[in-house]
C-alpha cells in the first residue's frame, strides 16, 4: 500500500481574491512560497522516496520548494491538474452565481456528473487524478510520496478514500499546504 501525502499547494493572488483557477496558470504568492518552506518542517521527519506534482505552476513550485528542502526527486504528472473550470475560469463565486444561476443552482444538487461550461465535471477529474495515482502506486508500491496538487483535484482523492459521494468533494478540498495522509491501494 502506498502512503499518499497530498499537499494543496501554496496561496496564490487568486487564493486571495477569491477566483476559480482551475487549470489557469498562477503562480504562487509570497505567502505560497512562505506556506511551502514552513510544510517542509512538518514532513522532515518522513522518508519520501518521490514527489508527483501538477505540471501548473502553483503545484509545480510548492513541489520545488519542498524537493530543495528534503531532496526528493519531482516528476510532474499533467493528470494532477485541477479541474478545467472552463468559463468559469477567473471569475469570482458571486460573478458565477449570477451569470450561471440555474446552472450554478444544479450543481448544488449533483455536482458529481454536471460538466462545468467549456470544463470539466467532478467524476472526469476523479477518474484523472485516480488514474495517476495507480500508476504512481504501482511504480512506488510501500513508500511515501507526496502528491502536490489542487484542491478539488486531491478532494475527489479524498471521497474515494473515504468513501464519500464525488458530490461532497467541495466540502473535502483541504486548506493550502495542510497535509492529508491517505493510503492507496
Not at 55 to 72: G, N, Y
Request: charged fraction near 25%.
Amino acid at each position: 500500500m502506498t502512503h499518499l501525502c497530498l499537499i494543496r499547494h501554496g496561496q496564490t493572488n487568486w487564493n486571495l481574491e477569491g477566483r476559480y483557477q482551475g487549470q489557469s496558470d498562477i503562480s504562487l504568492n509570497s505567502l505560497g512560497r512562505e506556506q511551502a518552506y514552513k510544510l517542509t518542517l512538518q514532513l522532515e521527519k518522513y522518508k519520501f522516496s518521490a514527489i508527483f506534482s501538477s505540471d501548473l505552476d502553483r503545484a509545480k513550485e510548492t513541489a520545488e520548494i519542498i524537493s530543495s528542502q528534503l531532496h526528493v526527486p519531482i516528476y510532474i504528472d499533467p493528470r494532477l491538474r485541477e479541474i478545467n473550470q472552463g468559463e468559469w475560469e477567473g471569475l469570482r463565486i458571486e460573478e458565477i452565481k449570477k451569470r450561471y444561476k440555474g446552472y450554478f443552482d444544479r450543481l448544488l444538487v449533483d455536482s458529481s456528473e454536471i460538466q462545468l461550461p467549456g470544463g470539466e465535471s467532478i467524476s472526469e477529474v476523479s477518474k484523472r487524478v485516480n488514474s495517476a495515482l495507480n500508476d504512481i502506486s504501482k511504480q512506488f508500491p510501500d513508500a511515501n510520496i507526496i502528491i502536490s496538487s489542487h484542491g478539488l483535484s486531491l478532494a475527489t482523492v479524498i471521497c474515494s478514500v473515504e468513501g464519500f459521494p464525488l458530490m461532497q468533494a467541495f466540502q473535502k478540498i483541504p486548506a493550502n499546504t495542510t497535509p492529508v495522509w491517505v493510503e492507496w491501494n
